[in-house]
């Protein structure tokens, strides 16, 4: 009986590591996708059937998406080799590999430094505003508890779509169409919800003897809550910064509505490049890996945190 178990065990195992296999496989399919399109040559990015390898990998999507360039004119070729080696290497690789002279600086830097900033202060106000809601519903008798809760909840209930019209009139009229500030506005609104709720499941979970004794040992309501409950709540934060982060980062709709030009974050630019003749997919698979990358590194840093953050109450009790 015990080796039948044993076997049964074993055959479980494999089979549950098989079926996570091939569901890992699935979601990094798309990954590996934008991966090998970004090094592709200009010339095999759209070729049928597609080359997943095989092929000499170069970077020069990455060139054509940090530059803006213009095809040479008739009769004016490409400098000979002694000037070539005078210029930057991104010029001689425009130059060589795509007969194009680079102009400029494209618009991506300035629209991720758009997303950066925009992305970092939404958060940080989106989680104190959350944490410090989420302490006062769960420490003190608030009326109509619930249906404040469901309040705060139902900001998130209506698609962008719906919503985005009136916004945009409003912060027209308020002069705050394509801000940073107008954006950092909009998104904290949109993530405290999240925010209050995630945070009051965290809180919840902190025995409230701790903040008494700290109390009665002469600590103020404000000092207990700064000492004892978010030292506690560390995980969770971690959790909340990342998830809020992610959406301010990732969101589509209301940057491509509310700004055009000076506070255009990166989402509602990445799909606008348009190359020589037709979309260049290569240049949009190189500024998707660069987009994704914030992220990544947010979520490594802070994964010791997030997967305890998930598990918070699940552990405590």
């Given at each position: 009986m015990?080796?039948?178990?044993?076997?049964?065990?074993?055959v479980?195992?494999?089979?549950?590591?098989?079926?996570?296999?091939?569901?890992?496989?699935?979601?990094?399919?798309?990954?590996y996708?934008?991966?090998?399109?970004?090094?592709?040559?200009?010339?095999?990015?759209?070729?049928?059937?597609?080359?997943?390898?095989?092929?000499?990998?170069?970077?020069?999507?990455?060139?054509?998406?940090?530059?803006?360039?213009?095809?040479?004119?008739?009769?004016?070729?490409?400098?000979?080799?002694?000037?070539?080696?005078?210029?930057?290497?991104?010029?001689?690789?425009?130059?060589?590999?795509?007969?194009?002279?680079?102009?400029?600086?494209?618009?991506?830097?300035?629209?991720l430094?758009?997303?950066?900033?925009?992305?970092?202060?939404?958060?940080?106000?989106?989680?104190?505003?959350?944490?410090?809601?989420?302490?006062?519903?769960?420490?003190?008798?608030?009326?109509?508890?619930?249906?404040?809760?469901?309040?705060?909840?139902?900001?998130?209930?209506?698609?962008?779509?719906?919503?985005?019209?009136?916004?945009?009139?409003?912060?027209?009229?308020?002069?705050?169409?394509?801000?940073?500030?107008?954006?950092?506005?909009?998104?904290?609104?949109?993530?405290?919800?999240?925010?209050?709720?995630?945070?009051?499941?965290?809180?919840?979970?902190?025995?409230?003897?701790?903040?008494?004794?700290?109390?009665?040992?002469?600590?103020?309501?404000?000092?207990?809550?700064?000492?004892?409950?978010?030292?506690?709540?560390?995980?969770?934060?971690?959790?909340?910064?990342?998830?809020?982060?992610?959406?301010?980062?990732?969101?589509?709709?209301?940057?491509?509505?509310?700004?055009?030009?000076?506070?255009?974050?990166?989402?509602?630019?990445?799909?606008?490049?348009?190359?020589v003749?037709?979309?260049?997919?290569?240049?949009?698979?190189?500024?998707?890996?660069i987009?994704?990358?914030?992220?990544?590194?947010?979520?490594?840093?802070?994964?010791?945190?997030?997967?305890?953050?998930?598990?918070?109450?699940?552990?405590?009790?």
């Amino acid at each position: 009986m015990a080796i039948r178990e044993n076997t049964r065990k074993r055959v479980g195992l494999i089979i549950s590591l098989i079926i996570v296999l091939a569901i890992l496989i699935i979601y990094l399919i798309p990954i590996y996708w934008v991966v090998v399109s970004s090094i592709k040559p200009m010339t095999e990015v759209q070729t049928i059937p597609p080359k997943l390898w095989g092929f000499k990998p170069t970077i020069y999507s990455y060139v054509r998406t940090f530059t803006d360039r213009m095809i040479l004119p008739p009769g004016e070729k490409i400098p000979p080799p002694e000037e070539l080696a005078k210029l930057h290497w991104w010029e001689r690789m425009s130059y060589v590999d795509g007969n194009m002279k680079v102009l400029k600086v494209s618009g991506l830097p300035s629209r991720l430094l758009n997303s950066v900033i925009i992305g970092i202060i939404s958060t940080i106000l989106a989680v104190t505003l959350g944490t410090l809601t989420a302490y006062g519903f769960s420490r003190f008798r608030v009326a109509g508890e619930g249906d404040w809760l469901f309040f705060i909840l139902s900001t998130r209930m209506l698609p962008a779509v719906v919503v985005i019209i009136p916004l945009y009139l409003m912060f027209r009229t308020l002069k705050l169409a394509d801000t940073h500030l107008g954006l950092i506005l909009l998104y904290t609104c949109f993530n405290v919800s999240f925010a209050v709720w995630l945070m009051k499941g965290f809180i919840d979970e902190i025995p409230r003897e701790y903040e008494e004794a700290a109390l009665v040992d002469g600590y103020t309501r404000f000092e207990a809550f700064r000492k004892i409950v978010l030292p506690q709540a560390s995980t969770g934060i971690a959790a909340t910064v990342v998830f809020c982060f992610i959406t301010a980062w990732n969101e589509y709709a209301f940057a491509l509505i509310m700004t055009t030009k000076r506070a255009e974050t990166a989402p509602p630019f990445i799909p606008s490049q348009i190359g020589v003749g037709g979309v260049d997919w290569g240049a949009i698979a190189a500024s998707t890996l660069i987009f994704l990358l914030p992220v990544v590194i947010l979520t490594v840093f802070l994964r010791r945190h997030l997967l305890r953050g998930i598990t918070f109450g699940a552990i405590r009790k």
